[in-house]
T-cell receptor
């Protein structure tokens, strides 16, 4: 069975400082890993995805994540936070080779950005 | 349409009533998913349709929940005899059928269901 653990339910950073949202995964197979963002009263938007190519994945809005198999981690980072980054972030895992296996979501990390 | 459309956006219902939630996927997407998002929780998988195959109902929490997908397009999620614990945001997503390799899941904005 696959699962993800988002280690922090809430992260607060100052504008202009780095962002780190932590995620550990568990998967019996080769995983696909994703980060989604959900702004208040908006739908989920894909930030970035890892599907067995480069381990450092770049996404939209300056976010990136690194797949570390030895640590079973897929942490999301951004060098400099912007006020518009305040949102809920979800780490997601799926089985790479099982076609349309439903995505398994973490419980989310709420990012607050302080001016 | 350009995105996944869900209706209604908000629904308030009395305990014990039945409700129907609608999802219009992106045209041509063969896979459709329903998820539930409760306050402070991640997304909980409910049911998944792929083309004309039998749906994967493994996530449905009880037999009060059912879903159908007509003509491989529009889907309706039905909750019978609603309970207060059914209050949540119900999200629909569709994908072109290439699965997780594409990451091509597009989510709708959801239906916020409140059972009073």
């Amino acid at each position: 069975a696959q699962s993800v653990t988002q280690l922090d339910s809430h992260v607060s950073v100052s504008e202009g400082t780095p962002v780190l949202l932590r995620c550990n995964y568990s998967s019996s197979y080769s995983p696909s890993l994703f980060w989604y963002v959900q702004h208040p009263n908006k739908g989920l938007q894909l930030l970035l995805k890892y599907t067995s190519a480069a381990t450092l994945v770049k996404g939209i809005n300056g976010f990136e994540a690194e797949f570390k198999k030895s640590e079973t981690s897929f942490h999301l980072t951004k060098p400099s936070a912007h006020m518009s980054d305040a949102a809920e972030y979800f780490c997601v895992v799926s089985d790479l080779y099982s076609g349309n296996t439903p995505l398994v979501f973490g419980k989310g990390t709420r990012l607050s950005v302080i001016a | 349409g350009a995105g996944v459309s869900q209706s209604p956006s908000n629904k308030v219902t009395e305990k014990g009533k039945d409700v129907e939630l609608r999802c219009d996927p992106i045209s041509g997407h063969t896979a459709l998913y329903w998820y539930r998002q409760s306050l402070g929780q991640g997304l909980e998988f409910l049911i998944y349709f792929q083309g004309n195959s039998a749906p994967d109902k493994s996530g449905l929490p009880s037999d009060r929940f059912s879903a159908e997908r007509t003509g491989g397009s529009v889907s309706t999620l039905t909750i019978q005899r609603t309970q207060q614990e059914d209050s949540a945001v119900y999200l629909c997503a569709s994908s072109p059928g290439q699965g997780s390799q594409s990451g091509g899941y597009t989510f709708g904005s959801g239906t916020r269901l409140t059972v009073v």
